[in-house]
């Protein structure tokens, strides 16, 4: 199970932190990864922290949004800064559990086994 947490309300070029809890399992075998999904859009591909410590972000958050992990808190972050409008959307967090040397395509949806409930962000102009 994954639970979200953190979203709300900001004014443009704001930071905030989304956190996603993960209960069961083993937390050290998975990749983690967040998606959004905008009003009538695709849910898109944001980043993604391999459980081999090899990570990725999207082109439209690269150089502002950073993902991270806590093992010993089950926890996976998604550290957003300098957030703009554009940035609204409902925040996914994902698992997949991996072996080292899964090369798959981890921005794709069809990845992931384990999705949370989502947390909505707003950004005001």
């Known amino acids: 199970q994954l639970v979200e947490s953190g979203g709300g309300l900001v004014q443009h070029g704001d930071s905030l932190t989304l956190a996603c809890v993960a209960s069961?399992?083993?937390?050290?075998?998975?990749?983690m990864a967040w998606f959004r999904q905008a009003p009538g859009k695709e849910r898109e591909f944001v980043a993604m922290?391999?459980?081999?410590?090899?990570?990725l972000s999207g082109d439209s958050v690269k150089g502002r949004f950073t993902i991270s992990r806590d093992s010993a808190k089950k926890t996976v972050y998604l550290q957003m800064n300098s957030l703009k409008p554009e940035d609204t959307a409902v925040y996914y967090c994902?698992?997949?559990?991996?072996?080292?040397?899964?090369?798959?395509?981890?921005?794709?949806?069809?990845?992931?086994?384990?999705w949370g409930q989502g947390t909505q962000v707003t950004v005001s102009s």
């Open positions: 069961g399992g083993t937390f050290s075998r998975y990749t």
């Open positions: 922290l391999h459980r081999n410590g090899r990570s």
């Open positions: 994902a698992a997949k559990n991996t072996i080292l040397t899964d090369n798959r395509d981890f921005t794709r949806t069809s990845i992931y086994d384990y």
